[in-house]
T-cell receptor, first 112, second 115 residues
Framework: GDSVTQMEGPVTLSEEAFLTINCTYTATGYPSLFWYVQYPGEGLQLLLKATKADDKGSNKGFEATYRKETTSFHLEKGSVQVSDSAVYFCALSAYGNNRLAFGKGNQVVVIP | KAGVTQTPRYLIKTRGQQVTLSCSPISGHRSVSWYQQTPGQGLQFLFEYFSETQRNKGNFPGRFSGRQFSNSRSEMNVSTLELGDSALYLC??????????????FGEGSRLTVL
């Protein structure tokens, strides 16, 4: 079935460091890909999305490129802030609907 | 604009009981999806409703059911509760226009504890 794999474990880094969170997927057809973020005490929010190969989604300084050849959608940010501390989830929609398959999420902690 | 509202936020039940959770979507949103979040399994899709019809269903037993009303509000029900049903249940609403597929707006969830 359709699935998303995120790198294991929390990510701890210093302010202004470069952030990468890896995401790979398995799906039939051509899924849409998403990154959702959950800030402490809040519900999940859509951070960015890409709907076809080579699309780049971007928002709030975060970027991710839909790579069909490597079935990946890695999240990157060049200079993180303390306010970026949150849990980040990679997700896909394989059939053009709202049935999303989520990765397990990565806790990101940014230290001042 | 009010966000997605879920009630109750917290509840405790015992095995064998049933529970009903409620979700009010963002005004104008006609699609409502439900997800279960647990530390072990992560986020798993339960079902999606649109215009009072169930459009998709995840791989959960028949004890999990839902419905949607004409005002787009949705409820989900879990009968004969088991310990493993302890989880955060998330509701998400969507405009469900073609270009917005997958763009979900989540509530803060209802945390169910089964004793």
């Amino acid at each position: 079935g359709d699935s998303v794999t995120q790198m294991e474990g929390p990510v701890t880094l210093s302010e202004e460091a470069f952030l990468t969170i890896n995401c790979t997927y398995t799906a039939t057809g051509y899924p849409s890909l998403f990154w959702y973020v959950q800030y402490p005490g809040e519900g999940l929010q859509l951070l960015l999305k890409a709907t076809k190969a080579d699309d780049k989604g971007s928002n709030k300084g975060f970027e991710a490129t839909y790579r069909k050849e490597t079935t990946s959608f890695h999240l990157e940010k060049g200079s993180v802030q303390v306010s970026d501390s949150a849990v980040y989830f990679c997700a896909l929609s394989a059939y053009g609907n709202n049935r999303l398959a989520f990765g397990k999420g990565n806790q990101v902690v940014v230290i001042p | 604009k009010a966000g997605v509202t879920q009630t109750p936020r917290y509840l405790i039940k015992t095995r064998g009981q049933q529970v009903t959770l409620s979700c009010s979507p963002i005004s104008g949103h006609r699609s409502v999806s439900w997800y279960q979040q647990t530390p072990g399994q992560g986020l798993q899709f339960l079902f999606e409703y649109f215009s009072e019809t169930q459009r998709n269903k995840g791989n959960f037993p028949g004890r999990f059911s839902g419905r949607q009303f004409s005002n787009s509000r949705s409820e989900m029900n879990v009968s004969t509760l088991e310990l493993g049903d302890s989880a955060l249940y998330l509701c998400a609403s969507s405009l469900q226009a073609g270009g917005n597929t997958g763009e979900l707006f989540f509530g803060e969830g209802s945390r169910l504890t089964v004793l």
